[in-house]
């Protein structure tokens, strides 16, 4: 079954309202066993593209992971990419930030860890933490050296939009390719997935207390994801919106887009040169002729 990622995707200028964007389509896979096919395809059509990517050496790819609580974040990085080579691929969790970090521009902790050229690069929440959890909870700036009569001005979150715009730009033009997933999570099936891992002992270290604090402030999560999203999608770095309820579901439509970029990428492996075919050539006698030898 072909899946239309474009209709997941945030155009750039779009005025976006979550709240129409759906959080559970059709299935993109007819069963159990055609779905683990497809992943088994996307995953193994992933690994070749992530070779040819490390032998080209021209291109980097990060891929940025955002969502409510519960959304499959972790369930989504671990299936999809499961057949990448360890050495291509790396993923960073960004927790709260640490005193040395609030010492620094709000972007400084996550460019350190920007993937080199020839790798994936996996953030498991980003930067943009910083224009979501720290928007909800502003109280958040203070520790990060903000000046109090800037605290409720929404020019900050322009002004923070802007900048991430700005650097998501800079990284395109020196060859890091960018795709943002935000899992979109409806309330409902976040209840019934907070549920299940307190039913099931092992899910229970899953759940903390705050995860039942942050549910209290969805709708002004939402509306920190609608603008922020709206505000930095680009077509250097786009935004996806992926129906998250269907865990299976989200997973092909993340594959299919990581696919299809670095198909569009025009990735290849490197030409041999004349001179180096020769070389070779030259080395390939030398192991025949010690075969030879020891016959």
Known sequence: MKIETKRFRVREGEKLDLAKRPTRVDKVYDSKSDYRKMLEKHVGELSDLQEVLYADDGAALLLIFQAMDAAGKDGAIRHVMSGVNPQGCAVYSFKTPSAEEHQHDFLWRTTRCLPERGRIGIFNRSYYEEVLVVRVHPEYLAGEGIADAALGKKSL??????????????????????????????????????????????????????????????????????????????????????????KENARLIVSQVIVETLKGMGLAYPVTTDERRQELLGIRRQLEAEEGGKG
């Open 157 to 246: 979150w322009r002004d923070r939009y802007r900048s991430i715009v700005d650097f998501e730009r800079h990284l395109h033009a020196n060859g890091t390719r960018i795709l943002k997933f935000f899992l979109h999570l409806s309330k409902e099936e976040q209840r019934r997935r907070f549920l299940a891992r307190i039913d099931e002992p092992e899910k229970n270290w899953k759940f903390s207390i705050a995860d039942i604090q942050e549910r209290k402030h969805w709708d002004a999560y939402q509306e920190a994801y609608e603008d922020a999203l709206a505000a930095t999608s680009t077509d250097d770095a786009p935004w996806y919106v992926v129906p998250a309820d269907d």
